[in-house]
Every structure is written in C-alpha cells, then in structure tokens.
C-alpha cells in the first residue's frame, strides 16, 4: 500500500496497476482526467466510489513517481 495505505496494487486488480482502494480506479486514469480538465468536484461526482483523500492520494503517487523521472534531450535525425 502507498499513498497512506490509498494506493494499493494487486496482480488481480487492473493487472496490478496502482489503483485507489476499494475502487478499480487507476491513478493514472485519474491524472489522465484532471489532466484533461475534468475539476476535482467533477470527478468525484462522476466516481461515487471515490474519495477526495482517494484523489489526492493518486495525485500523490504520481508527483512521488515523478520526482526521480530523468529526461533527456534526443535528436532525431532522419
């Protein structure tokens, strides 16, 4: 469990992605909502099974999965 025991993955669920507990509701789904401009309030609407802390928390998870993200600047060339 991460996110504060929100975020669990099991092989079951989603193919193991990390999903909100009690829900099967991936994080990423969710960041890729809020990402496409669905507000908070829009989503917790629409997934009654989710909880606010259950949203923060996959945001959470995300930032935290980012944090040790390298990039690299490619060239492409033809």
């Known amino acids: 469990r991460m996110g504060n025991g929100l975020i669990v993955s099991a092989p079951s669920v989603l193919g193991g992605k990390p999903c909100v507990h009690g829900t099967r509701l ?13 507000a908070h309030e829009d989503i917790l609407l629409q997934y009654p099974q989710l909880t606010a802390e259950g949203l923060a928390a996959a945001f959470q ?8 993200e ?7 060339t033809a």
């Open 70 to 76: 390298q990039t690299w600047e490619l060239r492409i």
């Open 26 to 38: 991936s994080e990423d789904f969710l960041v890729e909502l809020a990402a496409s401009g669905a």
């Open 61 to 68: 998870y995300a930032a935290l999965a980012l944090k040790g």
